[in-house]
C-alpha cells in the first residue's frame, strides 16, 4: 500500500509556472511507474504525463508537450510536475497516480493508487 500526498497547486495567471509535487508514504515510489492525471469540472479525468521507475523514461499528453516537465527525486520519494507557459485551458484538478505497470499507461484504471488532487486554476 502506498499513500500519495499531492501538493503545489493554486492561482495563476496565464503564461505563468507551477510545480506541483507527490510525496509518497508506505511504499519507496521507485517501484512504481508514476503519472499525472487531470480532471477540469464536467470532463472526464484525462492523462497528463507519466515517468519510468528509474526516471529514464517519459510520456506526455500531446496539450502538454513542451510545456510540462514530469520528474522524479528517489531520495526524497517524490515526484514532481513542472509545469510552464500555463493556458486558462490547464485548469483543473490534478492527481498523482502509481502504477505497477509500465510508464506507457495512460488509462486511469491501469493505476493502482491515487492522490486526492491538488487544484490548478489558470486565470486569463
Known amino acids: 500500500q502506498v499513500q500519495l500526498i499531492e501538493s503545489g497547486g493554486g492561482l495563476v495567471q496565464a503564461g505563468g509556472s507551477l510545480r506541483l509535487s507527490c510525496a509518497a508514504s508506505?511504499?519507496?515510489?521507485?517501484?512504481?511507474?508514476m503519472a499525472w492525471f487531470r480532471q477540469a469540472p464536467g470532463q472526464e479525468r484525462e492523462f497528463v504525463a507519466s515517468i519510468s521507475r528509474d526516471g529514464a523514461g517519459t510520456n506526455y499528453a500531446d496539450t502538454v508537450k513542451g510545456r510540462f516537465t514530469i520528474s522524479r527525486d528517489k531520495p526524497k520519494n517524490t515526484v514532481y510536475l513542472q509545469m510552464n507557459s500555463l493556458k486558462p485551458m490547464d485548469s483543473a484538478l490534478f492527481y498523482c497516480?502509481?502504477?505497477?505497470?509500465?510508464?506507457?499507461?495512460?488509462?486511469?484504471?491501469?493505476?493502482?493508487?491515487w492522490g486526492h488532487g491538488t487544484q490548478v486554476t489558470v486565470s486569463s
Open positions: 497516480a502509481a502504477s505497477r505497470w509500465d510508464y506507457t499507461r495512460v488509462y486511469q484504471q491501469q493505476y493502482d493508487y
Open positions: 508506505g511504499r519507496t515510489l521507485s517501484d512504481y511507474a
